[in-house]
């Protein structure tokens, strides 16, 4: 016979294992603003002037902000800062 307890706890664990694998593969592919500063060597605020500008491709899962870095390389901006 099962304990309840270790029940509980096993598929407290599953559950767990479950929402971290869905959160990477939705997230994949995508970075987040401080890797974009980094990237770009601009401040946050900078980033988000382009972003409102619509000069800068962002994407918002949720209430999360994030940034396809495919998009931001072959964006217009990024093309005026490296070449």
């Known amino acids: 016979m099962v304990d309840v307890d270790d029940l509980r706890k096993v598929i407290k664990e599953t559950i767990t294992q479950c929402i971290v694998q869905k959160e990477s593969e939705t997230y994949e592919g995508f970075i ?11 401040s946050k605020p900078t980033i988000h002037l382009w972003k409102k500008q619509g000069k800068l491709p962002f994407h918002k899962i949720g209430k999360k902000l994030f940034f396809k870095k495919s998009e931001v390389l072959s964006s217009p901006i990024v093309s005026k800062i490296v070449g």
């Open 32 to 42: 987040k603003i401080d890797e974009v500063c980094k990237l770009l060597q601009v």
